[in-house]
């Protein structure tokens, strides 16, 4: 195999990557404050993307994409109030169930919304045809476009837990959610926070994939599945370390592809996936010592 | 306390004709079920007597619903259609769409509803092959007549003798690619397929036929259809050295693996197949869809063929009526409701309404005029098509023309 072609594979294997980790981000947040798998993420990234699509007829894109994520959200938010805020001390499984009822429920509105058609944002730079080529090497400046989102979206949420007083406090009510109550923090508020920022960053992440992958009222499914199996390979909880097993998962997918049959990719993806959690069960990232402390 | 004594006595009264009341109420109640029984025992048949039940099994919702969606659309459109002129031979239509959302199991159970509960005339549908090869021996155990919108040969080859399909077969599709690489001096291709019902069949049919157009498949992949990016895919393309691509899907991966041959620069000819025949992929795929190659039905090129073509009257008026209805571009899948629904209709008319001679109306019906070509059906051929019902089309400028061969 050439050293392009090689390269070629790597590029799928970032544009594979950035996309699950562009995801998997989402899941983390709402894991770092409450515990549980919002299984609904997949759908946030379906409805930012949507909104974002319905919106670009009428202004240009980038306050379309602006507005999507507020609109997107708000819905984050009225989700939580209406069918999280009033339980109490709910157990980690009825939260799962809950999240995957929603995730349906909101497939079906858009459904009916939206209908069954394909769509896609415009590409923010070029066009379908579009390439940047490095000596042979040819990448979508979208992909570059998912990539730079995905690094400051990193960044600025690592700063926000670690020097805002909100983020400290939304991961105080991780740690010990009876602590931070007893120091004086809304505990819900922050659930309800944490809730419409995991949103938020889904509908970014739609509407920069949404050229790629086009958007259809049943993409969030797909994504979340991969998503979330990046978020459980990196570490959960650790956005950085989600985008670092997103491009290693992504090249594994793609180097598999050059080795054998298209079809097994999933397969291999999953079985190294399966074979990490064996030998680390807290992700790569993860530690063991931390995983005994946690509920799930 | 004058009144004393008399409290219980009118409180007694008053129950009493309370109580009578409620009784001659409930008299009233039972008469009006009784009558309501009869009226319906004596009326129901009356009334179905002037209705004929046909029953559609489409995906109107899930992965197949682009196919599903436009035929049930086109179907409600034709009943209403046909019923405002007064029905079939003085009967109305009564249409029961069923949405299997592309589910086998689903079209199983809605096969046995329709059949067994509702005692349909006939089935429209399914959308899919996958369905359609689940129920074909249901139909053929009831005797009921069922004309698929789906593509796979294997539906009417071996030939059952209620099942019926009106989308052109595979193979023909297949031929006709192959018979423009042919034309443009294409040896070595790549063959890339989703993993659904259809990809699948169509992968079958390239590597059949193949030796007999001279044609090398070096390369055959199967992709996950619900990929969102193909760039691996179409690297591992480019290392074969293919002279052109063919791509046998129905799902947005069409368009998707459009998009990734030309940013990696793999700038060959890519064929697709007669799934492509959906607008929505084109507008989907942007500047991508440019100059791709495919076989379909005249539908989608109907303003461009020449007006004395057999074809052109049907094709304008169905295309008109289903887009100023539906504000949507007509697809050739709609168009595979509009034959099947219009075939029965004519061997009904023919026929009347005897389940055993509309079906030999169909089986002998000859130069039926519809969407996907001239059906010519006979007892060997359940499909009725030849491989003229095909036109090789491209896209120019976002849409579909006829492709000019110089």
């Not at chain 1, 990448?139 to 600025?156: A, E, F, R």
């Not at chain 2, 989703?194 to 990809?199: A, K, L, M, P, S």
């Amino acid at each position: 195999m050439s050293v392009e072609l090689f390269f070629q594979y790597i590029v799928a294997g970032i544009t594979y990557g950035i996309i699950y980790a562009i995801v998997a981000i989402g899941f983390n947040i709402i894991y770092n404050t409450t515990g549980i798998i919002n299984f609904a993420q997949g759908e946030f990234v379906m409805l930012g993307s949507m909104i974002a699509i319905s919106l670009t007829p009428y202004m240009p894109l980038l306050l379309a994409i602006i507005l999507a994520v507020i609109i997107t959200m708000l819905i984050g938010a009225l989700i939580e109030i209406l069918f999280i805020r009033w339980l109490d001390s709910p157990s980690v499984l009825r939260m799962i169930i809950i999240t995957i009822g929603l995730s349906i429920l909101i497939r079906e509105v858009a459904l009916a919304i939206w209908g069954e058609n394909v769509r896609a944002l415009p590409y923010f730079t070029g066009n379908e045809v579009s390439s940047i080529s490095f000596g042979g090497v040819h990448i979508s400046p979208q992909v570059l476009w998912v990539i730079g989102v995905c690094t400051v979206m990193v960044l600025i949420l690592q700063a926000f837990f670690k020097f805002t007083m909100v983020g400290r406090q939304m991961r105080a009510c991780a740690a010990n959610r009876e602590a931070a109550r007893l120091c004086g923090i809304n505990a819900k508020n922050m659930v309800t926070l944490s809730f419409m920022l995991s949103a938020g960053i889904g509908a970014v992440a739609g509407c920069v994939v949404s050229p790629i992958t086009y958007s259809q009222y049943n993409m969030g499914t797909g994504l979340a599945i991969k998503g979330f199996t990046v978020a459980i390979l990196g570490g959960l909880g650790n956005s950085m370390a989600a985008v670092v097993a997103g491009l290693l998962l992504g090249t594994i997918e793609s180097f598999s592809i050059w080795i054998m049959p298209t079809a097994y990719k999933d397969a291999i993806s999953i079985s190294i996936l399966l074979l990490i959690l064996f030998l680390r069960p807290g992700g790569l990232f993860g530690s063991k010592e931390e995983m005994t402390l946690k509920e799930f | 306390m004058p009144c004393k004594g008399l409290v219980p006595e009118v409180e007694r009264y008053m129950t009493e004709s309370i109580n009578e009341k409620r009784r001659f109420g409930m008299r009233v109640f039972r008469v009006l079920i009784l009558a309501l029984f009869i009226f319906s025992i004596v009326v129901t048949p009356a009334l179905a007597k002037d209705t004929i039940k046909i029953g559609a099994i489409l995906a109107v919702t899930g992965p197949a619903s682009f196919l599903g969606a436009p035929e049930a659309k086109t179907l409600q459109m034709l009943a209403e259609e046909i019923n405002s002129q007064g029905g079939i031979n003085g009967k109305k239509i009564e249409l029961i769409i069923k949405d299997s959302g592309a589910s086998p199991e689903k079209a199983i159970s809605f096969a046995k509803q329709l059949i067994e509960e509702e005692k349909v005339f006939a089935i429209i549908g399914p959308s899919t092959s996958g369905e359609t090869l689940k129920i074909k021996n249901i139909c053929e155990k009831s005797k009921t007549i069922c004309i698929s919108c789906a593509a796979a040969e294997l539906i009417v080859n071996p030939v059952a003798k209620y099942v019926f399909k009106t989308p052109q077969k595979d193979s023909f599709a297949a031929r006709k690619i192959y018979m423009q690489m042919q034309k443009m001096g294409i040896k070595r291709i790549g063959v890339v397929v989703g993993n659904t019902g259809f990809g699948k069949a169509g992968k079958a049919q390239l590597e059949k036929l193949a030796p007999e157009y001279g044609i090398e498949i070096v390369i055959s992949e199967v992709y996950d259809k619900k990929a969102t990016d193909l760039t691996a895919l179409v690297t591992k393309l480019k290392a074969k050295n293919v002279e052109a691509v063919v791509n046998w899907s129905i799902v947005p991966a069409q368009a998707i693996i459009a998009k990734n041959m030309k940013q990696i620069g793999l700038n060959v000819p890519l064929f697709q197949s007669h799934g492509f025949g959906n607008i929505k992929y084109v507008k989907a795929a942007g500047a991508a869809a440019e100059g791709i190659i495919f076989p379909a039905g005249r539908l989608l090129v109907a303003d461009m063929l020449p007006d004395n073509h057999p074809q052109k009257p049907v094709l304008i008026k169905y295309k008109r009526d289903y887009e100023s209805r539906y504000h949507e571009e007509a697809s050739t899948f709609g168009g595979h409701a509009y034959d099947a629904f219009m075939i029965l209709v004519n061997a009904i008319k023919k026929a009347g309404f005897d389940k055993e001679k509309v079906r030999d109306a169909i089986e002998n019906m000859k130069g039926f005029v519809g969407t996907g070509g001239i059906f010519n059906f006979s007892p060997q051929d359940h499909n009725g098509l030849d491989i003229d019902s095909f036109e090789m089309l491209t896209v120019k400028n976002g849409k579909f023309v006829l492709l000019e061969n110089k």
